[in-house]
């Protein structure tokens, strides 16, 4: 669902732009406006546009699904996955031929001698 809508999204984004682009200008009408002919006077510039034609409709269209699929992505990515991450799926084995006591056993044993070895000076140690 996430690759189509991602997909679906970048193909809004190329349509958004290629509208845009073939869209007139309104700064184009400036010139004419102020004299360069065709009469319109300063109206056309500042004043309504009249009504919208296919393709300022068609953008503005593009423009609420390309921000309706934003919204969307954001709340996918905001999601926390119930994946494990690489650390938490290692398994931790035990070496064949002993159990788990016996690998108790070793470990209370090495920490008993690590205790008495604990209180030695360098006089106990025989040369």
């Known amino acids: 669902m996430q690759t189509f809508l991602l997909t679906f999204h970048v193909f809004l984004a190329f349509g958004m732009v290629a509208l845009i682009l073939m869209q007139h200008g309104k700064g184009a009408d400036a010139g004419a406006a102020f004299g360069g002919g065709g009469g319109g006077g300063s109206s056309s510039v500042f004043g309504a546009r009249g009504s919208a034609n296919f393709l300022s409709r068609a953008t ?68």
Do not use: W
């Open 60 to 127: 503005a269209v593009l423009a609420i699904l390309f921000f309706s699929t934003s919204l969307s992505l954001a709340y996918f990515a905001s999601q926390k996955p119930n994946e494990k991450g690489l650390m938490e799926q290692q398994v931790i084995s035990i070496p064949s031929g002993s159990s788990a006591k016996q690998q108790e056993v070793k470990k209370s044993e090495s920490l008993q001698e690590v205790e008495k070895n604990k209180n030695l000076t360098t006089e106990d140690i025989p040369n």
